[in-house]
């Protein structure tokens, strides 16, 4: 079991980590800093260098404020032990995801040119991707009216399969990110389209089946 102190340890350690990766290196980077490419890898965006070395580790700081303050579950998700894990897996695979782009950013900066941010973050996005499918996979909510954690046999059976058959997909699409590794310029593209059907295909399969049991 991951516990919430945990996580927050674990967070808090990252995000201090990339905060004095960025006090190291800053005089060593230009006074612009790359921070965006294209879906091809080339640079098409930059910010002044103390906004770009501050603007990841901001939002993770934003984040665990937020973690802190709802990740001990709504009154609308069941307090199991499981479900909390599988809440703070996923929250830990966010802030790893935020420090490790940090430090392709840094990277890259330091060596313009020298490796593919768009290929060396493939894998990272994966994971967080495979993360939130498990996450949904797992999640369990009451789904009664008023905070009751009742909740027709059919409203929860429609939630379990629904929510399922989202995880799954999502961890389908994960896998069809890595092959972004050989492909690297077309991923993203597909990962797109693909994941654009997927919610389509969800919205009709959650409207008809509602639809059919009269819900």
């Given at each position: ?8 340890i ?5 995000i201090?980590?990339a905060?004095?990766?960025?006090f190291?290196v800053a005089?060593?980077?230009p006074?612009?800093?790359?921070s ?5 890898g080339r640079?098409n965006?930059?910010?002044?260098k103390?906004?770009?070395l501050?603007?990841?580790?901001s939002?993770?700081v934003?984040?665990?404020v ?20 599988e809440?703070?897996?996923f929250?830990?695979?966010v802030?790893?995801?935020l420090?490790y ?5 840094l ?15 493939i894998?990272a996005f994966a994971?967080?991707v495979?993360?939130?499918?498990h996450?949904?996979r797992?999640?369990?909510l009451k789904?009664g009216?008023?905070g009751?954690?009742?909740g027709?046999w059919?409203e929860?059976?429609l939630?379990?399969k629904?929510c ?5 997909i999502?961890q389908v699409?994960a896998?069809v990110?890595?092959t ?5 310029d ?10 654009l059907?997927?919610?389509?295909a969800?919205g009709l399969y ?6 059919k049991?009269g819900?």
């Open positions: 079991m991951i516990s919430n102190r945990i996580t927050i674990i967070s808090a350690s990252l201090a980590l905060v004095g990766a960025g190291l005089v060593h980077l006074p612009e800093i790359i965006h490419w294209d879906s091809l640079p965006g930059h910010l002044v103390v906004y770009g501050a603007f990841i580790p939002l993770a934003v984040l665990l937020l973690y802190l303050l709802l990740g001990s579950e709504s009154g609308e998700v069941s307090k199991t032990k499981s479900s909390q894990t809440f703070n897996l929250a830990l695979s802030f790893g995801f420090v782009l940090y430090f392709l950013i990277a890259w900066n330091l060596h313009p040119y020298s490796f593919s941010v768009i290929q060396a973050l894998p994971v967080l495979f993360a939130l499918g996450l949904v797992t999640i369990k789904l009216s008023n009751s954690p009742a027709t059919r929860k059976l939630w379990l629904f399922r058959l989202t995880g799954r999502l699409l896998l990110l890595l972004g590794l050989f492909y690297p077309q991923i993203f593209i597909v990962f797109s389209t693909l994941l059907v997927a919610v389509v969800l959650f409207f008809f089946v509602t639809k049991i819900f």
